[in-house]
């Protein structure tokens, strides 16, 4: 198997970033990913307010895909999460939901303990681990976009289904895609409403694979039961109305089943479900169980 270590880490996603690593169409790499603090709280004495903000939410890459073309589409398998033995979480002075109740930062640092697959959060508390990656996607057609800012390259979608098992298809706009990945949560709640989950370092193997023929505008993910667009947008509502349009459309395309039909069925069975809230754009999934996308006749 490929492994790339955390030297090469991308701030922005870029058509213009050099690749870190270059893969074949189907290969498998395991990527080292550093936390969304650039592995700058390491301690209770690391406060917030001083770390360098120009080196957070870090991505590692970007990995070059052979045969990834502008207009195709990027399938990224999720095959496992590694999770470091430490995680940090943090809400502060206006950010997250809460944040007008806050004047400074604040920080707590949890341990994870993998054998018994939970978090820490004091000795009363133990918090089950649901590990995701928060940061993932490709280079985006226009300008870089920070890796702080979700859209529809994915970068910081901060979806829980973003776990091991599912996979994403993302819209190409360069060639070899550019993939990157980082942010990893040791566990995050929908919403994520104090600005972070369970930050932690580890290592994710992903299979890459090129799909040239598959266009897409917004990320798709599908996991075993279901298979969802992911929308970035201003509001909540926004990134709703988003989603919930694309995911008629892509039917619709697909099946030839008629508009007014998809969409009733589509309210007895799909869920609107937040990925995140708190970051410059909001970030909402839609997701269809696949037993009736089956009966649909649909495939991507
Ligand atoms: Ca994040
Ligand atoms: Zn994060």
Excluded at 25 to 54: A, K, M, P, Y
Excluded at 94 to 107: L, Y
Excluded at 235 to 248: K, P
Excluded at 253 to 275: F, H, K, N, P
Aim: aromatic share 4%; charged share 20%; with cysteine.
């Amino acid at each position: 198997m490929r492994q790339l270590n955390d030297e090469r880490v991308l701030f922005a996603f870029s058509r213009e970033a050099e690749p870190a690593l270059t893969v074949k169409s189907g290969e498998t790499v395991r990527i080292r990913t550093q936390d969304c603090f650039g592995n700058q709280v390491r301690s209770s004495d690391d406060v917030l307010d001083e770390i360098d903000w120009d080196r957070i939410n870090p991505a590692t890459g970007p990995v070059y895909v052979e045969g990834a073309i502008p207009g195709g589409a990027l399938k990224v398998t999720i095959e496992g999460i590694e999770l470091d033995a430490q995680t940090a979480s943090c809400t502060g002075k206006d950010e997250g939901v809460c944040g007008d109740r806050f004047e400074a930062w604040s920080t707590r640092l949890c341990a994870v303990d993998a054998e018994k697959g939970v978090l820490s959060w004091s000795d009363e508390l133990s918090i089950p681990l649901k590990p995701m990656i928060g940061v993932i996607g490709v280079a985006p057609a226009g300008e870089p976009v920070n890796c702080g800012t979700p859209g529809s390259h994915g970068g910081n979608m901060d979806a829980t289904v973003v776990t091991t098992g599912a996979t994403l298809y993302f819209p190409v706009a360069t060639e070899g895609a550019l993939f990157g990945c980082g942010d990893m949560h040791a566990a995050m709640g929908d919403g994520e409403v104090s600005v972070s989950g369970a930050e932690v370092a580890g290592w994710a193997t992903v299979t890459l694979t090129a799909l040239p023929d598959l266009h897409l505008v917004d990320p798709v993910i599908e996991n075993e039961t279901h298979m969802g667009v992911i929308a970035s947008a201003e509001s909540l509502d926004a990134a709703a109305d988003r989603a919930v349009h694309e995911m008629v459309d892509l039917l619709h395309d697909r099946t030839g089943v008629a508009v007014d039909e998809l969409v009733m069925v589509l309210s007895l069975v799909a869920d609107v479900q937040v990925c995140q809230m708190v970051d410059p754009q909001k970030t909402v999934r839609f997701m269809v169980p696949k037993y009736v996308l089956g009966a649909l006749g649909f495939a991507l």
